[in-house]
């Protein structure tokens, strides 16, 4: 993560979208992340990740919201390329829990990047 003058804005942005994943309301989270993500800020990038990813999802026990792991690699795998660190734990943790599941080929992902 860079930090630049539009650095504040974009970490109220995930900051607003992180209060609102912890209530449940994935889909508004996201849009709030989706928004800091745009403008290319890599822990917004990881936050949209968060918001497809199984293991986040079954851990806050979200109902009725479905997880895309594909999507979930996708913006893991763009927020790495962005800087963020924190990301490749998420894609590690994916990697172990669906390793040999059948969700991965489900959801187009023959298997995760090392």
């Given amino acids: 993560m860079k930090a630049s003058p539009e650095t504040p804005p974009l970490l109220s942005y995930v900051s607003k979208g992180d209060a609102l994943l912890a209530q449940g309301d994935v ?47 996708e913006w893991y795998l763009k927020a790495q390329k962005a800087g963020s660190p924190e990301s490749s734990g998420y894609l590690q943790a994916l990697r172990q829990s669906l390793a040999g599941s059948p969700a991965l080929e489900t959801a187009g992902v023959k298997e995760l990047p090392q």
């Avoid at 889909?27 to 293991?55: H, W």
């Fill in 27 to 73: 889909a508004s989270a996201r849009l709030f992340y989706l928004e800091a993500a745009g403008a290319g800020f890599a822990p917004a990038m990881t936050a949209v990740g968060k918001t497809y990813d199984p293991i986040v999802l079954g851990g806050l026990q979200i109902k009725g919201f479905f997880a895309d792991p594909k999507k979930a690699v």
